[in-house]
């Protein structure tokens, strides 16, 4: 048998990608890695325009399409998914990326904002559905990868934020962990439609906009004593989503510059 060289391997080409979140200070990264690796990329959001802009700015040679998605509304999840069928003709992979959420912690997170927050793993679930029907539609092969957290495995330092910001939300870690544990379950029911369900971890990536005195402490606590950078984050995911990857299924891939090692 021909080996494919590893050009072919990580070449995205002919491949339509849905990402939620796109927009985001991660999903940006995430979304020119695969318009960079030549997919053609679905942008969804919950603002059209947004979408829109952020479709048109991508590198790549495109084209890239931009649809109005709320993932915390199912009838939403289903218009914005035949949108992007009906723009792209076809998706391939599907990027669970976006989130929405309280800054809340466990002394004031009220029980609305805590079961809201946790919808988001329900709007992952019914995207990757969404995906793997299509794809077993086409008699085609499929990838999801769900967007979790090093905080889906481990708990946080209470110090790290003690006095300067809110505390890790406590419903942020339960939603993370249940995405965790949800992508090996969907895994190993969806192997046999040639449907590869991975999850990307990622660890401290703070964005410019938080709290800086937080982001010094969390910094000693890194082995790497040092932030992730967006940038970081391509090539892993790429791994995931191409013919790289095509034996790796059921996986929580950890992008945390050696934080879980501790």
């Known amino acids: 048998m021909t080996e494919s060289a590893v050009q072919t391997l990580f ?16 999903g940006s990264a995430l979304s020119s890695a695969l318009a960079e690796a030549g997919a053609t990329v679905i942008a969804g959001s919950r603002d059209l325009q947004k979408a829109q802009q952020i479709a048109k700015s991508m590198p790549g040679p495109g084209p890239h ?4 998605m709320d993932q915390l509304d199912e009838e939403s999840i289903n218009r914005g998914f035949d949108a992007a069928v009906k723009a792209a003709g076809k998706i391939d992979v ?6 929405q959420g309280h800054a809340m912690d466990l002394t004031d997170v009220t029980g609305e904002a805590f079961s809201q927050d946790l919808r988001n793993a329900t709007g992952y679930f019914l995207l990757a559905r969404k995906l793997r029907d299509h794809v077993v539609s086409r008699k085609t092969p499929g ?3 769900m967007i979790g957290s090093m905080y889906g495995v481990v708990g946080s330092y209470p110090d790290a934020y003690a006095d300067v ?9 339960t939603l993370k962990g249940g995405i965790i544990h949800m992508t090996r379950h969907l895994a190993v029911y969806w192997a046999k439609d040639n449907v590869r369900v991975n999850c990307l971890s990622p660890g401290p990536f703070p964005s410019p906009h938080v709290n800086q005195e937080m982001v010094k402490r969390l910094i ?25 990857g095509s034996y790796i299924t ?9 934080w879980t090692a501790w």
């Open 165 to 173: 910001c809110v505390a890790s939300p406590v419903q942020y870690h």
């Open 11 to 26: 070449d995205m080409t002919g491949q339509t990608v849905l990402i939620t979140g796109a927009s985001g200070f991660l």
């Open 65 to 68: 399409f931009g649809v109005e």
């Open 143 to 145: 990838s999801i990868v």
């Open 250 to 258: 059921g996986q929580n891939l950890l992008v945390d510059g050696g």
């Open 220 to 244: 000693q606590k890194s082995p790497m004593l040092r932030m992730g950078q967006p940038e970081e984050l391509k090539g892993p995911l790429l791994l995931l989503v191409s013919r790289a």
């Open 94 to 99: 599907l990027v669970n990326n976006g989130q």
